[in-house]
């Protein structure tokens, strides 16, 4: 207590350092995302050119699958290591005893999960489609889900002690050799399943290459009971609400592969892939301001509120923008990238492209949630959310196809958006984005009106 009022009391060293660590937190996290990027979007630009429809729809099946365990083969404890870390670790980034065994518990459960995903995620490739092509490349991708849970602690790890150097080296590796070889069985006429082999063959190389940077550290494994016991204790709550949030992504996909068309999966499936960049940078945004964030709320909670309102507004102006620049681009980008068959999926990426507006609100405020122990309205939220969009895409998916699976997955974060802002803004005094949200909404509505006046 003496040390944090002394802290306060001389001026808190967060507010003076930090905006300059967190730009270079978040560009190695940017470029990591970027890396990431070349490998969701190039792979997909080269199936839908070089394959016919029905097997660019087989291949989104089975990338369906593998991205929605892939979210939730950690549990959804990404931002609750990295508050653990942070909270646990001494002064001056030196890593103590309590650290080595929180990690050593983490990564422990976090392999058990894995295996326990690849086992699910196999048997989840006999249910979603009759295709035996689609099954037997879902189960050869299930074993990507084993490193995965392990990767999530070192990733975790570094981002806690500022090393996100390691984590965009680890990512260009991975990324650039599962863009690179993918590419290469393409061009050489290998089906999906050796596509499949070489990601599963690449994740494992990305857990030698974190081992490798760990080395010293993985030397003073400490396993501890009481550590995996207290992870287990806090990961139904995450678990529940990573695996309710993969599934308000991956539902309209499933929900198309039901009652749409192979042609309507692949359009969809092309419109998605522009929301891969926004979910990646998002994403490294959020776990730079994570350790900001966990920090902030004990050193200086009066202004925690207007802390948050102000790194939440960065992202939701950005993605207002390219919301507002897709109605202009989208069908010329499609094509460009897709092939004219794909043109018609414009108005699948418009909607798709509203759809980042409140999922970018939601990426800030869960964090937030997290750091005042209130992640249960995240859950809330995305329960919501999952109900809204099944009940939606049921409805709409017959008459509109992938337009209304769009359509559904708007509805969804719209709803989820606002519990949770609405809820943070009860809890925390001076959290109030609402102002931002009103001149992006209006700023599309404004769009609309221009477009549908021509």
């Not at 499609?334 to 970018?360: D, K, Q, V």
């Not at 990426?363 to 939220?381: E, G, H, P, T």
């Not at 709409?396 to 802002?421: C, D, H, K, W």
Request: proline letters at 3%; glycine letters at 6%; aromatic letters at 12%.
């Amino acid at each position: 207590m003496h040390q944090m009022n002394t802290t306060v009391k001389n001026g808190n060293p967060l507010l003076k350092e930090p905006p300059t660590a967190l730009r270079r937190d978040f560009v190695w996290l940017a470029w990591s995302g970027f890396i990431s990027i070349a490998n969701s979007l190039l792979v997909w630009v080269f199936m839908a050119r070089m394959r016919d429809v029905e097997e660019v729809g087989r291949f989104t099946i089975v990338m369906g699958l593998y991205a929605l365990f892939f979210s939730v083969v950690s549990l959804g404890l990404m931002p609750y290591l990295v508050n653990e870390i942070t909270r646990r670790k001494l002064s001056g980034n030196h890593i103590d005893s309590s650290v080595i065994q929180f990690a050593s518990g983490a990564s422990v459960f976090l392999l058990i999960s894995g295996i326990f995903c690849s086992v699910l995620m196999a048997a989840s490739g006999f249910l979603v489609s009759g295709s035996w092509q689609v099954r037997v490349a879902t189960i050869v991708l299930s074993l990507a889900m084993i490193p995965s849970g392990v990767n999530a602690v070192a990733e975790a790890a570094a981002i806690a002690y500022g090393r996100t150097r390691l984590v965009a080296g680890v990512s260009t590796l991975e990324n650039g050799l599962r863009t690179l070889v993918p590419l290469a069985l393409i061009l050489a006429g290998y089906d999906i399943l050796a596509i499949c082999v070489s990601f599963v063959v690449v994740r494992f190389i990305a857990m030698a290459a974190y081992a490798l940077a760990g080395r010293s550290y993985i030397a003073r494994f400490a396993f501890n009971g009481d550590e995996i016991r207290a992870i287990a204790r806090a990961s139904p709550t995450f678990a529940s609400t990573i695996f309710f949030a993969s599934l308000t992504w991956q539902t309209p996909l499933i929900l198309l592969g039901y009652l749409g068309s192979e042609a309507e999966l692949a359009e969809f499936g092309a419109a998605s892939r522009f929301l891969i960049p926004v979910s990646i940078l998002m994403a490294s945004y959020a776990n730079a301001v994570q350790p900001a964030i966990a920090k902030y709320v004990q050193l200086t909670p009066e202004s925690w509120g207007l802390y948050l309102s102000k790194i939440a507004s960065y992202p939701l102006f950005a993605a207002t923008c390219a919301a507002i620049c897709s109605f202009f681009l989208s069908s010329q980008v499609l094509t460009i990238l897709f092939g004219e068959s794909y043109e018609r999926a414009a108005p699948i990426l418009n909607i798709l492209a509203i759809t980042t507006i409140p999922f970018c609100v939601i990426m800030i405020v869960a964090r937030a949630l997290v750091a005042v122990k209130a992640q249960r309205i995240d859950l809330f939220a995305n329960i919501l959310g999952v109900a809204i969009c099944v009940c939606a895409g049921a409805i709409l998916i017959p008459r509109y196809g992938a337009v209304g699976a769009a359509t559904a997955q708007l509805l969804a974060f719209v709803s989820m958006a606002l519990v949770e802002v609405g809820y943070l803004s009860r809890k925390v005094r001076e959290f109030n984005v609402w102002r931002s949200a009103s001149i992006s909404t209006a700023g599309i509505f404004i769009i609309y009106l221009i477009l549908w006046n021509q």
